[in-house]
């Protein structure tokens, strides 16, 4: 009887670190590129694309190459793996995964932010259209 115990509590144990270790993992923190740069861990970087930079996807080597800033304007040099991103022509923001490693910062994942004219018509926006509507008449 008290082996089963033992054995139940065992597994439990086991769920639990592993439960732990997947979390720790999975929670990566968001930094400044300055921070990034001076981390060696796998962090993520909110930002924007830096337009007027030298941007172009290297097809030899399946990576894009693009410059983006962060939001205390630090600038940093960003290669994907990968294609370019769905809308990132068009996105106001992009958040880069990844780690900076050798002056450049290696992202496995970039996201991208929909642009305004996906979002509806609700919230301080619409209540500030409709008073200035209403207030003309």
């Not at 007027?52 to 600038?75: E, G, L, Q, R, V």
Request: with cysteine; proline share 4%.
């Amino acid at each position: 009887m008290k082996g089963k115990y033992i054995v139940a509590g065992l597994v439990i144990l086991a769920f639990v670190i592993f439960g732990a270790i997947s979390f720790m993992q999975n929670n990566i923190a968001y930094v400044s590129a300055t921070t990034a740069e001076q981390t060696h861990r796998v962090v993520q970087v909110k930002g924007s694309w830096v337009k007027s930079m030298n941007s172009f996807y290297d097809p030899k080597t399946n990576t894009f190459h693009f410059y983006m800033m962060d939001d205390k304007k630090a600038i940093m040099p960003v290669v994907l793996q990968g294609a370019k991103p769905n809308n990132f022509e068009e996105a106001p923001d992009i958040v880069a995964k990844g780690r900076y490693e050798d002056g450049v910062f290696q992202a496995s994942d970039v996201l991208t932010k929909c642009p305004s004219k996906y979002q509806s018509k609700t919230g301080p926006q619409a209540s500030a259209e409709t008073t200035t509507s209403s207030s003309i008449n």
